[in-house]
C-alpha cells in the first residue's frame, strides 16, 4: 500500500494538472492506516481497531469517488453528504462493538457501505466510449468488480451465528478478504497510472490537432477529416457538404477595437457555429478569419439551411465589450461533394463560393455549382461527342 501510495505521489508531483490525481493519492493513502490495524489488531483494543477500519475504508472508498468525479470535471459531490454517511457508519459501527457486540451485522453495514461507493464510481468512470477511453472502462471494470465483491462478500462467507466468524473459517476468510483487497488496490492504482497517460496524450493530440486561440481543428487536422470524410462517404454512399466562412471587415475589428477585440470576435464565432451545428460536424480554422466545416451526412441544400442558419446567428448575436456591441458578420460559402472529387477540390469550389458572396455585398451565402465534370450535358454536348466518338 506505502508502494503504490509513493508511486501515485510520485505520478501528480510529475504532472499536477491532472484533476482527480491528487485526490487519488489521498484516497490510497487513506488505507494505510487499513494495513497498520492489521498489524496491531491482536493488541489494541477492539473499538480503537473498529474506529480505524471502517474509518479507513470509508475515506478511501469516498474519495476515489470524488476523484472520478474531478477527474472527468463533473459537479463535486457535497461534503455534507460523506460527513453524514461516515458518522451513521462509525456509530452503527459503535453500537455493534460496544452495546450490541455482533461482528456479523457490523461487517454487513461496512461491506455494502463501501460496495455501493465502488460501484457508483465505476459508473461515474464509464463514459465517453471504450474505444476514444480505454482507461476510464478499465478502471470502471476494478472498481466494479471490487464493489460486487464487497456486497457479496457477507452472503459468500454466511454472516450468521456459525458463518463468518467462527473459529474454523475466520483464518481463511481473513486471507481471502485481504488477498482480494490487495488484488484489487494494485490494480486500481495501476489504473489511475494509466488514466493519467491517457490524459497527458489527449492534451499532447489536442495541441497537435487544435488551433490555440479559438479550439477549432487546426488546418491540417481539419483537412484529415475531410479526407476521411469523403472516403466513407464514397463507400457508404452518403453525401457531404462543406462551408467556408469569412468574418467581414476583420482587418476594420482589429484597426479600430485592437487585436485582443479581434481574438475575442474569433472565438465568438467559433462559439455561435458550434452551437449551431450538429452533433458529428466538424468546425476548424484555415487561417486568420477563414473558417471550414465539414458536413457529414448532409446534401448541398441541407448545408445551405445550415449556413443560413449561421449566418443568421452570428449576425443576431453581437460581441459584447466594455458596454457596447459589436456586430459582426460572416460570407459563407456552400459546396457538396460529388463522387471522385478530391477533398482539395471541393474545398476550392466551397472557397469561390465564399468569394462570391464578399463580391455580392458579404453578409450571405453562396452555393457553388457542381464540378464541370459532373454537369449535364446539353443536347449540344451530347450531338459533339456522337460526332467524335461515332456513337
Known amino acids: ?3 503504490m501510495t509513493v508511486m501515485l505521489l510520485a505520478a501528480w508531483r510529475m504532472n499536477p494538472r491532472i484533476a482527480g490525481l491528487k485526490a487519488w493519492t489521498l484516497a490510497f493513502a487513506c488505507g494505510l492506516p ?6 496491531w489488531h491482536d493488541y489494541a483494543p477492539e473499538w480503537l481497531s473498529v474506529v480505524f477500519t471502517q474509518l479507513s475504508n470509508f475515506l478511501l472508498a469516498w474519495i476515489n469517488l470524488l ?9 463535486r459531490l457535497p461534503h455534507s453528504a460523506g460527513l453524514s454517511a461516515m458518522g451513521m457508519l462509525l456509530a452503527t459501527g459503535m453500537y455493534f462493538t460496544l452495546i450490541q457486540p455482533n461482528q456479523g451485522l457490523r461487517f454487513l453495514i461496512l461491506s455494502t457501505v463501501l460496495g455501493i461507493l465502488f460501484l457508483l464510481s465505476a459508473r461515474t468512470m464509464a463514459r465517453g466510449g471504450p474505444g476514444l477511453y480505454p482507461a476510464r472502462y478499465l478502471y470502471a471494470l476494478c472498481c466494479g468488480g471490487h464493489g460486487v465483491f464487497l456486497l457479496s462478500r457477507p452472503w459468500l462467507f454466511q454472516v450468521g451465528r456459525n458463518g463468518l466468524f467462527n473459529s474454523e473459517q475466520i483464518l481463511v476468510v481473513s486471507h481471502l478478504v485481504v488477498i482480494e483487497a490487495i488484488v484489487a488496490l494494485v490494480l486500481l492504482g495501476f489504473c489511475v497510472v494509466m ?3 491517457e490524459q497527458v496524450t489527449l492534451a499532447l493530440k489536442q495541441m497537435a490537432d487544435r488551433d490555440p486561440l479559438t ?6 487536422a481539419f483537412m484529415s477529416t475531410l479526407e476521411k470524410a469523403t472516403l466513407y462517404a464514397s463507400r457508404l454512399a452518403f453525401p457531404v457538404s462543406v462551408l467556408l466562412i469569412d468574418l467581414d471587415h476583420f482587418k476594420r475589428i482589429n484597426d479600430t477595437w485592437g487585436h485582443q477585440r479581434g481574438d475575442d470576435a474569433l472565438r465568438h464565432v467559433v462559439r455561435v457555429a458550434q452551437d449551431c451545428l450538429r452533433e458529428g460536424d466538424i468546425l476548424g480554422r484555415m ?6 466545416i465539414v458536413l457529414p ?3 448541398q441544400q441541407e448545408a445551405e439551411h445550415i449556413a443560413n442558419r449561421l449566418r443568421q446567428a452570428i449576425e443576431a448575436q453581437p460581441l459584447q465589450y466594455a458596454g457596447a456591441a459589436l456586430s459582426l458578420t460572416t460570407s459563407i460559402g456552400v459546396a457538396g461533394w460529388q463522387p471522385p472529387e478530391k477533398p482539395d477540390s471541393l474545398l476550392h469550389r466551397a472557397d469561390e463560393a465564399m468569394y462570391q458572396a464578399k463580391r455580392l455585398g458579404r453578409n450571405c451565402v453562396v452555393t457553388a455549382p457542381q464540378p464541370a465534370s459532373q454537369l449535364p450535358m446539353d443536347d449540344a454536348a451530347i450531338a459533339q461527342c456522337v460526332l467524335l466518338t461515332g456513337r
Open 287 to 292: 487561417g486568420g478569419e477563414e473558417f471550414a
Open 34 to 39: 487499513i494495513c497498520l490495524n492489521l498489524l
Open 297 to 299: 451526412n448532409a446534401t
Open 215 to 220: 479550439g477549432a481543428y487546426n488546418r491540417r
Open 1 to 3: 500500500m506505502l508502494i
Open 195 to 197: 488514466l493519467a497517460n
Open 67 to 75: 476523484a472520478c468525479r474531478r477527474y472527468l470535471n463533473l459537479q
